[in-house]
């Protein structure tokens, strides 16, 4: 038999209250306000599931975005409770209290109500760290031959760096940005430290220099690493940001 | 009035979409890409399991090359695939996985030495050589003879996706994000570009261009059990149909995933199976051998996802207050396994059902995962109807897949249909001028902004998110793994009348943008509409074929149905689609029909099917000497694009 089967959690329904942070530019006269919901709660509700129960039956100007429901495209990052978080794998029955709070992420333009833009940020941090690989002869490469080599641990650890899914939660939390907007931040960090440690990328630290050396760079990290704490991939922001200053330091 | 000049406008920033824009730009022309969510939102990041290319580098993909890659695809299109496709496709997937490691995806690499793998049940040790330490590996993947699918740790569709965007982000193709095309601009049999809402603000923009490439991805959210993302609702197709003009092909051939979790509809990827994981039922046993004796868990995902629900059927099923379910077995590949190739598995047992697959069974059921239907389109990937109209990726259907494509083989076709049908978007650019009166552009503009118009106006009527749910409901129930003629006529009335009421939905939310119920209920029409042509073309179908599984008609009838359904929908008023089907020519096919090897063998024969396999036969044994280049070449000559026109080199066999 299944071990976990006699496990299936047969919770009383809880009732739930969402207090959510509401304002559409859009709709003429909208004001900031603080909306109310009650609804009850259901075996394995995510507030991905709550939302849209609370959109098709009880709201319908309600603005959220989730597009792959399974924390794997980062669009749903919410402050849940004064916590920045994926919505979508958020299950309420994780929180004992049973009233959430709901607001957009600050640091991104906000679009309406829990809807915010971070693919607008994400692409100019892209540009940016110039996120793709340089070398000149790339073009080059034969795509019929035999592919270089690689060795399986730096493919891997490679890909540990790559697992970023552009959520922005990390700037959310992040206090350094809060207060410099061009701050670049933990994930593009991250990016740059994914082409740093990947050999196809020829740059070199002193190009790298120019992407991070100033105050909106690495150095101007406070260290508060809310980033650490919230990232949904919990990728070593820590570590990599010790690992860019001791790098460029010595440039 | 808003009006966008381009030479491409690419609809759909996935991966279908980038690599054609890429390809394009690439040729020195420029690229527009319109996108409902920031590229490397798409969904193409949700493939966890691997991409097809047949390396041959490991171990267990000794002896792989294009032909047998070829065979896989065809029989596991259960003969209903474009077999010159298949072969364009199975040539160029090893160029492609190898271009995309030129351009950063860190693919996972053979390691050298003696390693552990679960084959069977059985814990094996595979030694692999130091020839090929280093090169990309493969894992072994439902329907496929050789361990072919190429992998990225449990990433693949992320780390392609993001390799891919930063391509184009370095290529400078600007991606115009949260815009939705809700309708081409045509005139005569000629595409135009498209009218694109902002999903921001709200405003209609048109889009013209020299070419239009739909690159939507699937229609999985018609159903509503999918693995798909919240934004596969197949509007890409939608505004293909509307035009009145052009086909979509074997909308019908719908594929369930055999493994996505209960309830939340989330897939485990088919690696789980591939790896060595099990399916058991409510006693805990073992029961896909006794229905798959040589493939088992790994034939192809029809077959497994129709035993699974026939198992049900039987009583063999768990209880659940969400219906019944079976058990996902991975305890046996052991932690350090699963935490290191399979984390995303992990992760979503974690946080979906608060459950450790280490040592507890996951609950899995056959859920709707992959569209092979699509917007008709030639080899070259022009659609059906409208000239300078493209279409590629899941949207379209170019024909690889035929009833069911194999796992791997669809994010292997987005990025090699983006490089072949790129190619023919170039030499189309190159040879046409825009040749266009503003005043077109402005009636197509005005006329949808009056229906945005009327909608808004409407105080009372339908919800669009109810027709929507009943419409999902009704695809579950009647058009889904099993069909019979009883259910599915009954499904197409249902659906009829949704489509009436849809024609008077009303909204309550008055914001000019950031509006998602007036997103919504643009989108549910088309979106009804498409569930006819799925359904109208299933209940017409009297066969079984691939993912097609008519309980009244078990035979794949190649005498009568070796054919593809062409659904076209010719007035805005029509509540059917209006079909025509285009036989397949088992003359010109490299392999001629025959028996999958897995599944039911129930065939009635083509009448021309003998002859071709004599024919085949003569013509391998006629030019044995010179090899299986040539003999390809004479059994089904293929044009393929100059730039991937080379042979591939493999380990040990250079280029032959
Ligand atoms: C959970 C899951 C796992 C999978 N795993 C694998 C696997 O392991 N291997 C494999 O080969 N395949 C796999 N597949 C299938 C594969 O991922 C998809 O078929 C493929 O990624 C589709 O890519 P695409 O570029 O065609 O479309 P998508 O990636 O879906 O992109 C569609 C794009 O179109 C845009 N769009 C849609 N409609 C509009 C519109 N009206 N206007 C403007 N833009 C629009 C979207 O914003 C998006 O950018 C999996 C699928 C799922 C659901
Ligand atoms: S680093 Fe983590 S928190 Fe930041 S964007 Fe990437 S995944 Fe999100
Ligand atoms: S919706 Fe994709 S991560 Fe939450």
Redesign the pocket.
Known sequence: MNPSAEKNPTQAPRDLTFRILRYNQHLPGDKPRVQEYHLQEALGMTI?IALNWIREHQDPTLQF?????????????MIVNGEPR????TLTRSYENPEITLLPMPVFELIADLSVNTGKDMRRMAERVESWIHDPEQDKIDISALEPAMEPEVAEEIYELERC?E?GICLAACGTRRMRKDFLGAAGFMRVARFYKDPRDKRTADDFYEVLGDEHGVFGCMTLLGCEDYC?KQLPHQEQIAFLRRKLAST | MNIIYTDHLVIGGGLAGLRTAIATKERGQDAIIVSLVPAK?SHSAAAQGGMQASLGNSLMGEGDDEDVHFGDTVRGSDWGCDQKVARMFVNTAPKAIRQLAVWGVPWSRVQAGPRHAVINAQTVTLTEKIEAHGLITARDFGGTKKWRTCYTSDGTGHTMLYAMDNRAIQDKIPVHERQEAIALIHEGDVCFGAIVRDLITGKLSAYVAKATTIATGGYGRLYSTTTN??ICKGTGAGIALDTGKVALGNMEAVQFHPTAIVPAGILVTEGCRGDGGLLRDVDGYRFMPDYEPEKKELASRDVVSRRMTEHIRKGKGVASPYGYHLWLDITNLGREHIEKNLREVKDICEYFLGIDPAVEWIPVRPTQHYSMGGVRTDENGMAYGLKGLFAVGEAACWDLHGFNRLGGNSVAETVVAGMIVGERVADYIEAHQIDIGTQLVQRFLKQEQEAINRLMARDQGENAWELRNQMQEVMMEHVGIFRNAKDLEAGVEKLKALLVRSQKIAIKTKATGANAELTEALRVPKMIRLALCVAYGALQRTESRGAHAREDFPARDDANWLKRTLAYWKNPGDLLPQLKYEPLNVKEMELPPGFRGYGKANIVEHPDTAARLAEVEQVKAELKEQGRHAIQAKLMPVDLPLRYQDTNERLFRGRT
């Open positions: 991905f975005d989730f597009v792959c429901r399974a924390g794997i495209c980062g669009s749903c990052g994926l919505a979508c794998r899914i959520c949904p | 939102r993302a919240l």
